[in-house]
């Protein structure tokens, strides 16, 4: 079993920014590429970004690429999303999760353990 949780969500203004954390337990964290999802209210979960096992790979969705970072430090089983120039459109509760598989994810099916979430509120 897997447990992840999520941390640093928020209430900022447009342009700002905010830190995620997801600290998972056991060891099968270090072998699994990671992710972040996100899910607004009346909309499905949509894909935000993911990051190999190794953290030498990472892929985001096209609304988040340039502004949003993932990175990870596997000694401390934590999983990081670093969120700048915010948009009231980011709003939304994001959720971390484990892939799967080592190699980068995109899609939902793909991962097997979720985190419960944590909100992201972005005034404008």
């Known amino acids: 079993q897997v447990h992840l949780v999520e941390s640093g969500g928020g209430l900022v203004q447009a342009g700002g920014s905010l830190r995620l954390s997801c600290t998972a337990s056991?060891?099968?964290?270090?072998?699994?590429?990671m992710g972040w999802f996100r899910q607004a209210p009346g909309k499905e979960r949509e894909f935000v970004a993911t990051i190999r096992w190794s953290g030498g790979s990472t892929y985001y969705a096209d609304l988040v690429k340039g502004r949003f970072t993932i990175s990870r430090d596997n000694a401390k089983n934590t999983v990081y999303l670093q969120m700048n120039t915010l948009k009231p459109e980011d709003t939304a509760v994001y959720y971390c999760?484990?892939?799967?598989?080592?190699?980068?994810?995109?899609?939902?099916?793909?991962?097997?353990?979720w985190g419960q979430g944590t909100q992201v509120t972005i005034s404008s």
């Open positions: 999760a484990r892939c799967s598989y080592s190699r980068v994810c995109s899609v939902v099916g793909e991962y097997d353990y």
């Open positions: 056991g060891r099968a964290f270090r072998n699994n590429a």
